[in-house]
C-alpha cells in the first residue's frame, strides 16, 4: 500500500523539501512578469519548516495520546475489526492527492469522508489516533521527509474540528434511524430536511479550511503566496469537492436503503458498510489517477518522438517548429518561446520555463503554460522542457555552426560572391525547382584584369575585384544571386525574370555601372567589361544554361547527346576500365534518378537508376558504356546488387517524404541472370521491403540472353511479387516480336526514336495502335526521350499513358530528388513552353561600343 502512495505523483513532484533538518528545499519554476520580476524558485524557510514540522509533530502526538485509551480498548474488545479499519485507512489514504504543487500545500484525502463515517455510529472515539498514525506514515512516505510529512498529516486533519462543530448531534438521529423502524416518509423528510445542508457546509467547509492552511503555511515558510495560489487546479478542487460530496451522500443513504427493505442492521454492519463503500471509492479514484497518470506519460513520450521526427529543424523558425509540436502533443499547454527575461504572465495561469537557449548571443526560454482551470503541470512536462531545451540548443548551435561552414565554402573570400561550385549547385537546384523556367544567366567579364595586376599589382588588381563585386549587388534585384566563377568574370542568375527585355536592361545597366573609373591606392583605374547573357529553352529546361556554365557531361545525359561524353571507350580503355572496375568493386558506384511520369494522374510513378561513374578527370562515363563494359569485365551482376542496395536504400529516403512512390526501375545487362545472387538479392528485397516493386528492364544483351538461354530462371524472376518485367527501347532491331510474345510482360518503353519524328502522319497512326493492342493485352507504354513542347503536344494528342524525358524532368542525384520531392512532391509540375527558337545566348542590341567575346571554357 505504501507504494501505491506515489500515485499522487499526476501533479508535480514534491519530494524536496527541507529533509533532515530542512537542508532541501523545492523549486518551481516561474517566469519574469510585466511589472517585475517574481523569483525564478519558490523555496522554503529551512529554519521555519523545521519549527513548524516540530509544532505539528507535537500537536499529532498530543491528540495520539489523548485518544489512545479509546483505542486500546476497542482493539482489545474487537481486534479483527481494529485491523480491518486500519487496512481500510490505509487504502483510503493511498489515493490521496496534491491540489497544488507546492511542497506544503494540503492534500486531498478521504479525511473528511471517514470522519463522517466513524462518527454516526459513534466509534470516532476509537480509531481516531489510529487514524492520526495511519495519515502520518503515509503523508511521510510520500513526501519522502518526516517534516513535510507532519505538516502535511496536520493540514488534512485540520477540518475534523469543523466537521464535529457543524453535524453536531445529528449523526445520533441518523444512527437511531437504522435501528428503530421509522415510516419511509419521516426518514426522507429527514434525511432531506436535516442532512443536505450540513453535508454541503462541510464540504464548502473542509475546501475553506484547506485554502486556510495553505496561506497560512504559505506564509510562515517564506512561500510566495501570488505564484503559490496559481499552482492550483480549481476545476480539479471542484470536481473532488463534488465528487467527495456524492460520495458521502449515497454512503450514508444506503444504510437507510436497508432500512426500507426492513432488513436490520447492527453497528458492525453499519460501519463494514461505510468501510466496503469508502474502499471501493478510494480504489475507482486510485485507478482513474493512475489511468490518467499513464496517459500523460504516453502523450509526454508521444511529444517527445514528434520533436525527433521534425529533426533535423529547419534554417528558420526552428523555436517555432519546437513550439507548435509540443502545443499539439500536450493537451492543455500552450507552448512558446520568448527571450529571457521578457515573459509577461498572464491572471489565472501558472507558468514553467526551461534553462537559457543561446541563439547567437541572445538568450530564450521554453514557457509552458497552463490555466488554473486545468490541469496542475506533471513531472513529465518538466521532462519534456527539459529535453525540448537541450534538442533546440543543439540544433541552433549546429545549424550556426552548418550555416557559417557552408558560407565559408560558398563564398569567395576576396569579393563575397559565391563561388562557381554554388554558381553550378544553385543551377542545378533551379532544374529541379523551377516551375516556369523563366531563368537567365548575365555573364560579366572584366576586361584586361591581367594587365591590370602586372601594371599596378595584384592588390590594385583584387581592389577591383572588391569593387565590381560592389557595384553588382548594388543594381542586380532581389531575385539574382551573383558569382565569381573565374578569375574576371562574373555570373548572376536571374530567376522569375519578367521578360526578356528585362533581362537585356538589367545587363546594360550592370555593363555602365561596372565600366566606370575605380578609385584605388594607385589612383583611378579605367576599366571595361563585356556582358552576355544565356537563357533557358522551353524544351530542354535549364540544359542549355548547364552547358553553357561548363556542364557538358551534364548536358549530354541530359539531351541525349554523346559527343561530349565519353562514348569512345578504346580512347584510353585501359585507364577507363579500370576505374570502372575499381569503382565496382570498392562499392563507390553513384546513381542519377530520371522520373517517369503518369500522365494521366500527372503525377511521378516511378524512378529509373542510372549508374554514375567518373573518370579520373571528373568527367562521368557514359551509362551504356558502364553497363556494357561492366558485362565484359564480368562484374554485370555486381554492378545491379550496388545499383539495387543504393536504390532501395535512396527509395526509402524519398518515402518518407511521399509513401506512395514504390517502383524503382533498373536495365539488365545479361550477365545477372546466370548469377543465383540476382535471385536471392531479389528475394530478400521481396521479404523485407515487400511494398517495393523492382522494374526490370530487358535492354538488347539482356533480352537475347533471356530469351536462348535462362527460361527457368526467366520463370522464376516473374514468379515474384515485387518484380515487374520491362523491354527497353522497344521498336530497335533487337526486340522482335518473338521477344515480346514469349516474356511475361509488364511494360515496354519505346526507343526515343519513335516519337522523334512527330511530324509523320504514319509514326502518329502507328504508335496510336500501339497504345491500343497495349491497353488490350494490359501492358504499360512508357515513351522514353521526350524533351520538346512538340513531343508531349504528340503524347496528349494520342492519349498516351506514361512518358520520361528532359520535357518533365533529367536525370538527378538522390539529393536533387529530395529537393524536388519536398518542394513539388510527385506532381508533374509541367512548365509552360517558351516560344520555339528562343536564342541560347547572345549579347544585347544595345551593348554598343562593347566587344561581344565568346565564353571562354572556366576554371574549376
Not at 567589361?529 to 529553352?537: G, K, L, R
Not at 540472353?705 to 516473374?718: P, W
Request: charged share 20%; hydrophobic share 45%; net charge negative.
Amino acid at each position: 500500500m505504501a507504494a501505491t502512495q506515489r500515485e499522487q505523483q499526476d501533479t508535480e513532484s514534491s519530494d524536496s523539501a527541507a529533509q533532515r533538518g530542512g537542508s532541501r528545499q523545492r523549486r518551481t519554476a516561474t517566469v519574469a512578469s510585466g511589472s517585475g520580476a517574481t523569483p525564478d524558485t519558490t523555496p522554503l524557510a529551512p529554519t521555519r519548516t523545521t519549527i513548524l514540522a516540530a509544532v505539528c509533530l507535537a500537536i499529532l502526538a498530543a491528540l495520539f495520546a489523548y485518544y489512545f485509551p479509546g483505542l486500546s480498548g476497542y482493539a482489545r474488545q474487537d481486534t479483527f475489526s481494529a485491523i480491518l479499519e486500519a487496512a481500510s485507512f490505509i487504502i483510503c489514504m493511498a489515493y490521496s492527492t496534491e491540489l497544488t504543487s507546492i511542497a506544503v500545500a494540503s492534500r486531498h484525502t478521504a479525511i473528511p469522508l471517514l470522519t463522517i463515517m466513524l462518527i454516526i455510529p459513534g466509534e470516532f472515539n476509537h480509531v481516531f489516533s489510529l487514524l492520526i498514525l495511519v495519515t502520518l506514515i503515509c503523508s511521510a512516505i510520500s513526501a519522502n521527509s518526516l517534516a513535510i510529512g507532519s505538516i502535511r498529516a496536520c493540514t488534512a486533519l485540520a477540518p475534523i474540528p469543523l466537521i464535529l462543530q457543524i453535524l453536531g448531534s445529528q449523526p445520533q438521529h441518523l444512527h437511531r434511524i437504522f435501528h428503530l423502524s421509522i415510516p419511509r416518509a419521516d426518514t426522507l423528510q429527514y434525511l432531506l430536511a436535516e442532512w443536505l445542508g450540513p453535508l454541503v457546509a462541510v464540504t464548502m467547509a473542509v475546501l475553506l479550511v484547506r485554502l486556510i492552511c495553505d496561506l497560512a503555511l504559505f506564509l510562515f515558510c517564506g512561500v510566495p503566496v501570488r505564484a503559490s495560489l496559481r499552482e492550483y487546479s480549481i476545476t480539479r478542487i471542484a470536481v473532488l469537492a463534488v465528487t467527495d460530496f456524492i460520495a458521502i451522500v449515497v454512503t450514508i443513504w444506503l444504510p437507510a436503503v436497508m432500512e426500507f427493505s426492513n432488513t436490520r442492521t447492527s453497528d458492525n454492519a453499519i460501519l463494514l458498510l461505510f468501510a466496503v463503500s469508502l474502499d471501493v471509492y478510494a480504489l475507482i479514484l486510485m485507478s482513474f489517477y493512475a489511468i490518467r497518470r499513464i496517459m500523460r506519460s504516453e502523450n509526454s513520450l508521444r511529444c517527445l518522438a514528434a520533436i525527433g521526427d521534425c529533426l533535423p529543424l529547419p534554417n528558420d523558425r526552428q523555436q517555432d517548429v519546437i513550439a507548435d509540436v509540443i502545443t499539439r502533443s500536450l493537451p492543455n499547454i500552450r507552448c512558446f518561446i520568448m527571450p529571457a527575461g521578457q515573459v509577461e504572465t498572464r491572471p489565472w495561469h501558472s507558468y514553467r520555463q526551461s534553462q537559457h537557449i543561446d541563439n547567437q548571443g541572445r538568450q530564450y526560454v521554453i514557457v509552458f503554460e497552463r490555466s488554473m482551470l486545468n490541469r496542475p503541470f506533471l513531472p513529465a512536462d518538466a521532462e519534456v522542457l527539459a529535453s525540448a531545451a537541450s534538442i533546440l540548443n543543439e540544433e541552433l548551435r549546429v545549424h550556426h555552426e552548418v550555416n557559417t561552414l557552408r558560407s565559408e565554402s560558398e563564398t569567395d573570400p576576396l569579393t563575397g560572391a559565391y563561388t562557381y561550385q554554388s554558381f553550378i549547385a544553385y543551377l542545378r537546384s533551379l532544374q529541379t525547382e523551377s516551375a516556369d523556367n523563366r531563368v537567365a544567366v548575365i555573364y560579366l567579364d572584366i576586361d584586361q584584369l591581367r594587365r591590370i595586376n602586372e601594371r599596378y599589382g595584384r592588390l590594385i588588381g583584387n581592389t577591383v575585384l572588391r569593387a565590381t563585386a560592389d557595384r553588382i549587388r548594388s543594381i542586380i534585384p532581389e531575385n539574382t544571386s551573383v558569382s565569381r566563377i573565374s578569375g574576371n568574370e562574373f555570373a548572376v542568375v536571374v530567376n522569375g525574370y519578367e521578360s526578356q527585355e528585362s533581362v537585356e536592361n538589367l545587363a546594360d545597366r550592370l555593363r555602365s555601372a561596372t565600366s566606370l573609373p575605380i578609385q584605388t591606392d594607385g589612383g583611378a583605374i579605367s576599366v571595361a567589361s563585356t556582358i552576355s547573357m544565356s537563357f533557358a529553352s522551353a524544351g530542354e529546361r535549364l540544359t542549355p544554361l548547364l552547358s553553357d556554365a561548363g556542364l557538358q557531361d551534364y548536358a549530354g545525359i541530359d539531351s541525349q547527346d554523346g559527343t561530349d561524353t565519353i562514348k569512345q571507350a578504346g580512347k584510353n580503355p585501359l585507364t577507363v576500365s579500370d576505374i570502372l572496375k575499381s569503382a565496382i568493386k570498392s562499392n563507390h558506384v553513384s546513381l542519377l534518378y530520371q522520373p517517369l511520369f503518369s500522365l494521366r494522374h500527372r503525377t511521378m510513378s516511378a524512378l529509373t537508376m542510372i549508374p554514375l561513374i567518373a573518370d579520373d578527370t571528373g568527367r562521368r562515363l557514359d551509362p551504356d558504356f558502364i553497363v556494357s563494359e561492366a558485362r565484359r569485365l564480368n562484374l554485370g551482376c555486381e554492378l545491379t546488387l550496388d545499383m539495387l542496395a543504393i536504390g532501395v536504400h535512396d527509395l526509402l529516403e524519398f518515402r518518407k517524404i511521399t509513401p506512395q512512390l514504390h517502383v524503382i526501375t533498373l536495365t539488365l545487362n545479361g550477365s545477372e541472370l546466370g548469377d543465383s545472387r540476382f535471385y536471392e538479392h531479389l528475394e530478400m528485397l521481396n521479404a523485407r521491403h515487400p511494398d517495393i516493386t523492382i522494374c526490370l528492364e530487358f535492354g538488347e544483351t539482356a533480352l537475347n540472353t533471356a530469351k536462348d538461354e535462362f527460361d527457368n530462371e526467366l520463370e522464376e524472376l516473374t514468379s515474384m511479387s515485387n518484380v515487374d518485367i520491362a523491354i527497353a527501347r522497344a521498336g530497335t532491331t533487337y526486340s522482335e516480336i518473338s521477344a515480346i510474345a514469349n516474356i511475361p510482360l509488364n511494360t515496354i518503353k519505346f526507343d526515343p526514336t519513335m516519337i522523334s519524328d512527330y511530324r509523320n502522319p504514319r509514326v502518329v497512326k502507328l504508335v496510336k495502335r500501339a497504345i491500343q493492342i497495349a491497353e488490350d493485352d494490359g501492358i504499360h507504354l512508357v515513351f522514353d526521350g521526350v524533351n520538346t513542347p512538340e513531343q508531349t503536344a504528340l503524347l496528349n494528342d494520342i492519349g498516351a499513358h506514361n512518358a520520361q524525358g528532359n520535357m518533365y524532368a533529367s536525370a538527378m542525384t538522390a539529393s536533387e530528388i529530395r529537393m524536388r520531392l519536398e518542394t513539388m512532391g510527385l506532381a508533374l509540375g509541367t512548365p509552360e513552353p517558351m516560344p520555339v527558337g528562343t536564342p541560347a545566348r547572345h549579347t544585347p542590341a544595345n551593348a554598343t561600343g562593347v566587344e561581344a567575346l565568346s565564353k571562354p571554357e572556366f576554371d574549376r
